[in-house]
């Protein structure tokens, strides 16, 4: 029996690489597991035969580390939170719900900053300060004029990533310049709206040749934090962690109880301002969904 992951699905059929051989073999599923409803997806350890005319049959999938919905994979270990500080510009608001996701899903998070020189990047550090401040890893690159790609090709290598943010930032344009033969489609930003298109559908773990394996399909495509309850949020937001212990109210949800220490922090300075409005908007975006299902 050999192990082996899961690089993608389509068909009815599973393409697993095994790592002894470094050979993919197209597989099916043993008939017991479909009974059982055991779902395989990308990223998927599992055990398989090989079979005498050199295709697979998938006997087993091993626990999984992780998995995420949109896009269906598994045993993820970093998600590349992919940025631009201009075409398209920056909406930190989406940034803070991408970073509260990836903490959610439990990945290693690095936050790349692209497109950089279209603003310098001395411009662009000073826009990011703060998130470094609090403790992200931020890489500043450009696609275009390669800049600093050999810094993501380090995040990159020997980890199973997948790359999340908003269309037209150049994430597929990022994979293909540190790795020409990926051939990912990319997406021009729209002159009228801002934004790309999305330009990758199914997913794939691609094989990276400095080691390691990335999706070709972003990540967090479902924007919901509304699984998160509402009196865990502030957990989230790491500047917080600090403070959520110094409050008057142990139940202190950091929005209108008297001495609140991260409410004191914001008024010093000490937590941006930007974020801890933002923790409000998801703080009510998640109540009204706690309500919801109290109403039955």
């Not at 993919?24 to 090989?50: N, P, T």
């Not at 279209?118 to 998130?131: F, P």
Request: glycine letters at 8%.
């Amino acid at each position: 029996m050999q192990q082996g992951r899961v690089l993608k699905a389509h068909g009815g059929y599973f393409f697993v690489y095994d790592a002894t051989t470094d050979k993919v073999y197209q597989s099916k599923i043993r008939g017991r597991l479909k009974q059982r409803d055991v779902e395989v997806i990308a990223g998927d350890k599992v055990k398989f035969a090989i079979l005498n005319d050199g295709s697979g049959i998938v006997e087993e999938r091993l626990p999984r580390e992780n998995s995420l919905f949109r896009p269906p994979i598994a045993n993820v270990e970093q998600v590349v939170i992919t940025v631009s500080i201009s075409n398209p510009d920056l909406h930190f608001k989406l940034l803070d719900r991408l970073l509260i996701l990836g903490r959610a899903a439990d990945l290693e998070i690095v936050i790349c900053v692209n497109k950089i020189d279209l603003v310098g990047i001395k411009k662009a550090r000073k826009i990011m300060e703060y998130y470094k401040e609090i403790g992200y890893n931020i890489l500043y690159t450009s696609a275009e004029e390669e800049i600093n790609l050999g810094q993501l090709e380090e995040v990159l290598q020997d980890k199973i990533s997948v790359f999340a943010g908003p269309s037209g930032v150049g994430k597929s344009s990022l994979l293909n310049a540190i790795q020409p033969d990926l051939k990912l489609r990319t997406g021009k930003v729209s002159d009228k709206i801002k934004r790309g298109r999305h330009t990758t559908r199914k997913v794939e773990l691609l094989s990276l040749d400095r080691g390691g394996w990335v999706a070709d399909t972003p990540g967090f495509s479902a924007l919901d934090i509304t699984f998160i309850r509402s009196r865990e949020l502030h957990y989230f937001f790491v500047e917080m962690l600090n403070y959520i212990n110094q409050c008057k109210f142990s139940s202190c949800s950091h929005s209108h109880e008297p001495q609140c220490a991260v409410k004191e922090a914001v008024d010093n300075g000490n937590i941006a301002q930007h974020r801890y409005d933002h923790y409000l908007e998801f703080l009510s975006e998640i109540e009204e969904k706690e309500a919801e299902w109290w109403r039955g």
